[in-house]
């Protein structure tokens, strides 16, 4: 535990729901994926403004890739560093080409009634501490296993990340950031089971310890 | 010329300067490179609520691909129908992945002073109509040539389109459609030449004539 005491502890996010915290610059968040297939939509929005926050069509135009490795800063919409990836023992297959969850899809797939989805849920999160997302940004989207095969094609496969492993992002601004444990249980992007789990994340003051 | 004597008329799109122009569900947008080698960032936005626009990265979900081939649908950040590819004679090199230029992409490009950009060219091309966009949703790059490497990597390339080819959208519900033909010189996205030129634009309302 860190000096504050506040700082180091171990956070759930919950299975099908969001959560967001402030994160001070230089500061290191790491994103476990505790049960190993669970998709944990990510953003990042400027501390003291959320109409800057982290953007996948900016951050792959300067990474000059699909997807962040270690090493690779995601920039924001005015294509500032927001978040750099400095650990990442997940096997490092995530995505930035798909979308967030929202009710849409949900009734597209055949769902009556509400289904929980990590548009809604960022809303939410943000909301707890006094805020509210100007649009709901494309997210990172940590665990997610979205293969590019010739002529471009995509599909929707189960994570490759073990039970346990982790992404750590060092924040490169003082900012506020979201997770969705994505909720999706028709499709089995969260595994081949189709069932969300709980994910969890800590906000370490150095190097990542876990 | 139709009944009308309005909707079949080629206009043009300025070189380095953005316009936009209402659509009616069933009519056939054609894009056309006039000097083969510019890019041209579209957007398309619900003519009734412009929060509704067409969206990247629900489209590559909903498409499987990256880039959209003839046949396939894009689709609104609320997974609604918005342009489908009728005909494409531009060799089908576009792109879904890149943001609009803006004046932070120039500044880092170390451009002193003003420079026409993507960004503030759909701006003001709405606001010609009345309208302004409430955000700067990620464009369709046509005739962008961003090719994917191995692990994904991606490139910066001089588009592979001939003078005069064309792509030809028909919108799936009535929207307000946004060009800017972007004015990149720093970078050849626009060609070896670095040269922003005119393209221009159609509006049939039968099938594509060119």
């Known amino acids: 535990m860190d000096k504050s005491g506040q700082q180091d502890k171990v956070c759930v996010i919950p299975a099908r729901k969001g959560?967001?915290?402030?994160?001070?610059k230089g500061q290191i968040v790491t994103v476990i994926n505790t049960h190993g297939s669970q998709v944990v939509d990510t953003w990042a929005f400027c501390a003291n403004d959320v109409t800057e926050f982290m953007s996948m069509e900016h951050s792959r135009g300067a990474m000059l890739k699909l997807n962040p490795k270690v090493g690779d800063t995601l920039r924001s919409n005015r294509r500032r560093p927001m978040l750099t990836v400095v650990e990442d023992t997940s096997g490092g297959v995530h995505d930035t080409l798909i979308a967030a969850c929202d009710r849409y899809r949900y009734e597209q797939l055949g769902h009556a009634g509400h289904h929980d989805n990590c548009t809604d849920n960022l809303a939410a999160a943000l909301s707890v501490l006094g805020l509210a997302p100007p649009e709901t940004?494309?997210?990172?989207?940590?665990?997610?296993?979205?293969?590019?095969g010739e002529q471009g094609s995509i599909s929707f496969e189960a994570p490759v990340s073990e039970p346990g492993s982790h992404?750590?992002?060092?924040?490169?601004?003082d900012i506020v950031v979201a997770f969705s444990a994505c909720?999706?249980?028709?499709?089995?992007?969260?595994?081949?089971?189709?069932?969300?789990?709980?994910a969890h994340y800590r906000i370490d003051d150095g190097a990542p310890r876990i």
């Open 137 to 148: 940004p494309s997210p990172l989207n940590l665990f997610m296993n979205i293969p590019v």
């Open 167 to 173: 992404v750590s992002l060092l924040a490169e601004m």
């Open 19 to 24: 959560v967001a915290a402030r994160v001070r």
């Open 183 to 198: 909720p999706q249980d028709l499709v089995p992007v969260n595994g081949a089971a189709c069932v969300p789990t709980d």
